[in-house]
């Protein structure tokens, strides 16, 4: 099938299934009359609860799963950057760091397919999770809210959620209407280190039932400066030169541009909305430390060769709505339909190298239970359809169709000092190559979990889950040269499912100026699929071959914050937080494992101003496999300064030193870590205005 051919006939199916599902949808305009208190309290208690992971919504220290929340106070004066970079830090969390235009968050030392990169509950329909150079099409600046949920009891998005979940909620399709019937939000900021400039806007306008958002933003930075020569002194050393610490320089290539607007519009009844959107995203971004070589027989001399630039494009269509029913056996319906189109052209020079496209449909229908007794329970259908291809010099993935259907339900049993909570979930998947050829998988994973609060300060839970994952289409059919990991990677087309048992133990306490969270967690593969040398070298690049193999990952995640003064609205707050993760397999130890973690914080809030001051301190990972260098631990330290009469609304100022050591930082879950660190001391201002 032509590119041309598939995208009309993704069109037509994003039609078809629209025209199917709005008589369904109807509903939500004709129960406009009369109003569901219920239903008002449930929308202003929103912010309150997480809405990722559980239909019914839970709050963060309820839950059984290790949750993180950005909201849109913390992301409006966050760093602009990828996804990666602006979740990295979190507890668990690290970043691929692949450039500064291409990054997708580690979870407990998992990456790619493993973690599920989400827009407002729904997948990104992109080619992220095939490539670590590959852009997340979904950007922090876009915002209102990300939540990070870490670990595998995440039914509700099936068997690609193994690791863990990043939902990017951006708002797009209001929900409510605004309260004055008008607010926005402008943002802009300067960075010295790449000479950076971000701006982005948005507002939403409500008239009557119907309301109405419209955003933008742009990003650009230029190469950017590091303290230290590129190539670090391992590589250098490991390569048999003498290495020479020449000072600060600048990351050739390393320059990115990403410009993303959209609009959407709904009506908002009463009892529930009906709303629609579009978004169009653009990128074009360096890949540093990667040129291309001749791999048909014989490398290009190093002044020769093309510096490789990327250019990715999205247009992506949404529908989502929710009705609510008072009295009835069911309390409310939410439907989701997405539809997007993507291109990832990398190009050599002015030479265009490869074209990745991804083009596809997804559905999710939901139906949530009233609550009666402390019970609440959820049930769902998703069903995803997508198209892949490749063509090109680096097209090591042939043309794939995607098929995906699952259905799942979520129930959990509130009572004063304790809990139950569980789920299940059937997958089925269907990959279909011209040339790969065909397999089908399915899947059935379940989840169980229980909580005790023998005080009211004190939460106490433990959870099991059992996830099955099927291959993704590079596991299995990958066939060639993939210069962004280094290697010519092979499938394996009998690859089976991959699955996990899990055993999470969750600490949630409160006492008056303390407050703690731990999650103590383990994860036993059986058919781990991992990506391991054979020793033999093809087209100048040495050969690795997807595998399967028994693995294990345990770890601890740690937040410990203390409220040493506080009067009236001023206070000043003092936080620790530890991460660690190990994982083994019958291999040897698995690639990219990042190294603990600890983050020393104190946050001083004093009338308008917020000083704040963070040091991380990273060890050493030694624990390496083949082809993989150890790295050298560091830290870092960044002060922010920050000025806003009214915190919820109005003006922000702020100033920020980021590295302020000037540390050489590079992580060791990033493929290229021994080629380019992060940046060198960074100075950057801004503003955001929320109205």
Known sequence: MSIRSSRLAGAARAALLTALLLPVATPVLAQAAGQDPE??????????????GAPFGISAEASLIAVDVL???????????????????????????????ASRPVIRGLAGPRVQVLTNGMGLIDASSLSPDHQVAADPGEAVRIEVLRGPQTLAFGGSAIGGVVNVIDGRIPEEAPLDGFDGRVTAQASSVDDGRSIGAGVTIGQGPWVMTFDGMDHRSRDYD???????????EDEGEVYEDTGSTTVENSASHVRAFGTGLS?????????????????????????????????????EEEEVTIGLEQTRYDLRGEWRFVDAPVDRVRLSVGYADYTHTEFEGDEIGTVFTSEGLEGRLEVVMPRRGGWNAAYGLQGLSRDFDAAGDEA????????????????????????LEGGLRFDTRDLDSPIGGQRDFSNVSASAGAYFKPVDSLFLGLSLARNGRAPTESELF????????????VGDADLDSEKVTSLEATVHWEQGPWAADMHLFRADYDGFIDLRPTGAEEDGLPVFAY??????????????????????????????????????????????????????????????????????????????????????????ADLYLGWSPDREQGLTLYVEGRNLTDEEVREHTSFLKDLTPLPGRNLRAGMAWRF
Do not use: C, M
């Open 267 to 303: 009506y908002i009844g009463d009892q529930g909305f009906l709303g629609v959107s579009v978004k169009r995203t653009e990128s074009d971004y360096g890949v540093p430390g990667h040129a291309h070589e001749d791999h048909g027989g014989g490398a290009t001399p190093p002044d």
């Open 478 to 489: 990958a066939n060639g040269p993939h210069v962004a990991t280094r290697g010519f990677e």
């Open 396 to 419: 090591y993935v042939p043309p794939v169709e995607i098929t995906e259907l699952g259905v799942y339900t979520l129930h959990r049993y509130d009572r004063d000092d304790w809990g």
């Open 39 to 52: 239903a008002t309290e449930r929308t202003t208690q929103l912010d309150d609860i997480i809405v990722t």
């Open 226 to 236: 590091i303290p230290v020569p590129a190539e670090s002194r391992r590589q250098v």
């Open 547 to 636: 595998v399967q193999t028994d693995a294990e990952f345990h770890g601890l995640e740690s937040k410990l914050d203390y409220r040493a003064w506080e009067s009236g609205e001023d206070s000043l707050t003092l936080g620790l937080g530890y991460d660690y993760v190990r994982g083994d397999t019958d291999l040897g130890a698995p690639a990219r494992i990042p190294p603990w973690a600890l983050n020393a914080r104190a946050e001083l809030d004093l009338g308008p101003w917020t000083t704040r001051l963070t040091v991380r301190k990273v060890g050493d990972q030694d624990r390496v496999t083949d082809f993989e260098l150890p790295t050298d631990g560091y830290t870092t």
């Open 71 to 101: 909201d849109e106070e913390a992301l409006v004066t966050a760093p602009s950057g990828t996804l990666g970079d602006v979740l990295s830090g979190l507890p668990g969390v690290r970043s691929t760091a692949f450039s500064p235009g």
